[in-house]
């Protein structure tokens, strides 16, 4: 039997086997990416980048070959009816049109490789250009046309860039930095633009081959923004399906470039869009809707495109709707705002008014009229927390009643006109054991100079009242006595 001191060496050893394996893995891991590591950096060595064909390789795939030649013989042929009853995806034609826009992708991405190598070589010579000229073709054409020479004033460059745009190249060009360039890497720099241009115009031939095959590939797409906008959206989104997954603010930007202004004020500079706005419905719209007509044709033909892709209506019945409801919409929205009506007086009431008047209705609002307390109590000021009966909010709030900013330092009940008449009653009502005075009224009288006297009370209330009584003190501080009647 194994005692406990045995049983733990026994794991001791498992453990350290165990660790020898994984040591044993992880150097082999670390061989294994120093060898790929090896063979990148190797990779890297080998690539020329002061070679043309090391950096460009499209054109000479045989992919790029095998669908030009298709291509060119499609356009000679023209389109093949008798495959129209097929379905969209065994059709070869709709193959060829899905691979058409793969290369289109792949086109766009080896013109911009170009275009790199080119602004690397030509930045000797004129560095300031890549910041003035931002279009890749345009770059390549302006650096053909101007080569090596130093003076722009004897090139040019009149159709291939605006107006404005070529006054502040010459400009700059008479002040840049850059000196001329070698004759093998100016003869370098022409092959690369030579290859650009070349790459343009395969584009432009594959994008003819599918705005053709439109009407049947996208019929629905084709009613609402046109053939040739159509074959351009579908080869910059990278084929129909991908289109259909693409939302519609993003179809909106499909092929918009980056204007330059080149100091020039971007007040009147107009928003970005695509190729949107060669369709005959963006251009026949009124420049101020010009925007939201830009959105309502992005949304429409998003939604066209998810037709086609389904083949939901080869007819193209869906896209003339649409194409329809943008119409309707356009011109709902040049429509002038309806007048404004002119509003006429209300009859006059030849009836009298059932609510009357008098004095019998003003003393029935004095009676009801809220008082000033309770138009404090109504009130409340702002940002500061009311006082109520309980305490905390809790309770009936007393608003502005006590506090500080309410206008009046102190805020007194005052006598209504109802209770003052009540008042008043109560007053002349007779009380007391005579029946004709009050109470607390007395026939002895204390005088300065008889002493204790017996009048009559309601004569010296009436003489009070009267204003005939003289006061018990003189000015000089000497008594004085009652007048008698």
Known sequence: MATLADSFLADLDELSDNEADVLEEENNDVANMEEDIDGDLADIETLNYDDLDSVSKLQKSQRYIDIMQKVEDALEKGSDISN????????PEYQLIVDCNGLSVDIENEIVIIHNFIRDKYRLKFPELESLVHHPIDYARVVKKIGNEMDLTLVDLEGLLPSAIIM?????????????LPEDVLQKTID???????????????????ESRMGYIAPNLSNIVGSAVAAKLMGTAGGLSALAKMP???????GAKKKTLAGFSTATSQFRVGYIEQTEIFQTTPPALRSRACRLLASKATLAARIDSTRGDPLGNAGKTLKEEIHKKIEKWQEPPPAKQPKPLPVPDSEPKKKRGGRRLRKMKERYAITDMRKLANRMQFGVPEESSLGDG?????????????GKLRVSIGQSKLAAKVAKKFKEKNYGSSGATSGLTSSLAFTPVQGIELTNPQAHAHQLGSGTQSTYFSETGTFSKIKRT
């Open 192 to 210: 690369a633009c030579d290859r650009a241009l070349a790459l343009d115009t395969a584009k432009k031939k594959v994008l003819d081959f599918v």
């Open 84 to 91: 129209q009853g097929l379905v969209l995806e065994d059709d």
């Open 248 to 254: 519609a603010c993003n179809v909106q930007l499909l």
């Open 168 to 180: 502040v190249v010459s400009v700059t060009a008479s002040t840049t930095s850059g000196k001329p």
């Open 394 to 406: 809790l309770g009936e709030g007393y608003g502005m009643l006590g506090q500080a900013g309410s």
